[in-house]
């Protein structure tokens, strides 16, 4: 028991390690003169506009900067390519640190099995037509990456933003030859200094006008204060008592799915098992829940985070195995792994060499490879090691985007690198039943112990992060 106390009271001094940086190689391409004219066209306009998922099929989220004059923000929709017959969507504004604002409006009402034409609009500005699609079913495919990494450090100059959107909007494009895309799902560090134009930058691929985008924040979103201006994510839970500067945890409902988005840089295991039943409870009916924060857990390849990771599973698999998640979406380490069903921090059940699993004795949690910034071995150095409980991993110097096709009954997870046409990984997650095959989880007075130190130290980890911005607040603006 001692030994147990002195390892949890260690958590608010490990805990720091979540912000430290690390060292990575780049994938990024070459632009080619094409991309290269699009894109400066479109930094031009500065008006980063991008599509979230609604709260659930039926609605859509927008958001986009605009002059603080720009009047009434609106999103017209129409069932037709003219726009005629339309219904028009008004919402607020937010005053952005630059002076300007960034409009956020929700669209309701959506029918299923629709295909809808839309333009975003101020009074002194409009985005072109473009069109988005909602389900009639349960079956659907999105897709998930991470560590995503626009960067405006590389080379220091535009070029880095330039050939990182465009090996980005490259993964988009690779992905939606290999399916409809109905979501994508990003598990963090999307920028990588937290700037205004690594954002901006981020939803320039012309794909992303069609794909609701779910954000989710990473140790470098936090970097800077423009995540919490650029985002307009559905469900939050605002009810917290202690949360990020930058963001709250929110959740969405896709097909039979419930998404559940965790700013894992906030250690207050009470608020974000909290969010959990209060997503539950307006959601009771979904079939499947998946889970996205940036943290790895069990993938191991960088060593000397092994005690971080201990001590992020101490908060996070209580959560995982109290609410029976299916599948848990990760990134951070930026190795691709999957593990096995986890059940209490233990492998529960051996996916090793398997294609498929039925009614798992536990969650899969997968972490995929950056985008922009895989950690590349070098040559004659041993591969690192990996986690105890990992079923399957893949290195490449490659970006990696993973496919996952829903329904009812099912998961399937292909996952790509960026040149190659046939996956270098397929797995099915099958439930006969909505339980699955997650063993009933009693709570220890350990996990009541070691959500009290967590929830501790979240209150004083917000603390310094807010005090941090307010001193160096010119340093997070106007980059």
């Known amino acids: 028991m001692r030994t147990s106390i002195r390892r949890v009271l260690s958590l608010a001094l490990c805990l720091v390690l979540l912000c430290s940086g690390f060292t990575f190689g780049t994938s990024a391409l070459t632009a080619d003169e094409s991309w290269q004219h699009y894109y400066a066209d479109y930094m031009q306009t500065g008006s980063g506009m991008y599509m979230a998922p609604g709260a659930d099929e039926s609605t859509r989220n927008f958001s986009w900067y605009a002059p603080e004059n720009a009047g009434t923000g609106r999103v017209i929709v129409s069932e037709n390519k003219d726009l005629s017959d339309a219904c028009t969507f008004t919402g607020g504004s937010v005053r952005t640190p630059e002076g300007d604002v960034r409009t956020k409006v929700t669209v309701t009402q959506l029918q299923p099995g629709k295909t809808y034409y839309y333009r975003c609009e101020n009074d002194v500005w409009q985005s072109g037509t473009a069109s988005f699609h909602t389900l009639s079913g349960t079956d659907f495919s999105a897709m998930y990456t991470t560590d995503i990494h626009i960067t405006t450090k590389e080379e220091n100059d535009e070029n880095s933003l330039v050939n990182q959107s465009y090996t980005f909007s490259r993964v988009l494009d690779a992905a939606a030859d290999k399916a409809q895309l109905d979501l994508l799902i990003s598990a963090g560090d999307q920028a990588t200094t937290g700037s205004r134009r690594e954002y901006t930058s981020l939803v320039s691929a012309p794909a992303l006008s069609s794909i609701p985008f779910a954000l989710c924040p990473g140790n470098h979103d936090r970097k800077g204060i423009a995540y919490k201006y650029f985002t307009n994510n559905p469900g939050e839970y605002k009810k917290a008592i202690v949360h990020s500067l930058i963001s709250y945890d929110y959740a969405y409902t896709k097909g039979d799915v419930l998404f559940f988005v965790f700013d894992s840089n906030v250690a207050s295991m009470t608020d974000h098992r909290n969010f959990v039943k209060d997503a539950i409870r ?41 609410f029976r998640f299916d599948l848990v979406l990760l990134g951070h380490s930026h190795y691709y792994t999957m593990s096995n069903a986890i059940f209490r921090n233990k492998t529960a059940q051996d996916l090793t060499g398997q294609t498929s699993v039925t009614n798992p004795k536990g969650a899969i949690v997968m972490v995929s490879g950056s985008i922009n910034h895989p950690r590349i071995r070098e040559e004659g150095s041993e591969i690192p090691p990996l986690g105890e409980n990992i079923a399957f991993s893949y290195l490449t110097n490659e970006p990696i985007y993973n496919i996952l096709d829903f329904s009812e009954d099912s998961i399937t997870i292909r996952s790509y690198a960026l040149s190659e046409e046939d996956p270098f990984h397929t797995f099915t997650i099958t439930k006969t039943d909505p339980q699955g095959g997650h063993p009933e989880n009693g709570r220890t007075f350990y996990d009541f112990f070691v959500r009290f130190i967590a929830d501790i130290f979240g209150v004083i980890n917000e603390v310094w992060t807010t005090a941090r911005f307010r001193l160096h607040w010119n340093d997070f603006v106007g980059k």
């Open 282 to 322: 307006k959601y009771p009916d979904a079939k499947w829940r998946v889970a996205t924060f940036h943290h790895d857990l069990y993938g191991g390849r960088i060593p000397h985070r092994e005690n971080e990771n201990a001590l992020l599973r101490t908060i996070w698999a209580p959560i995982i195995d109290e």
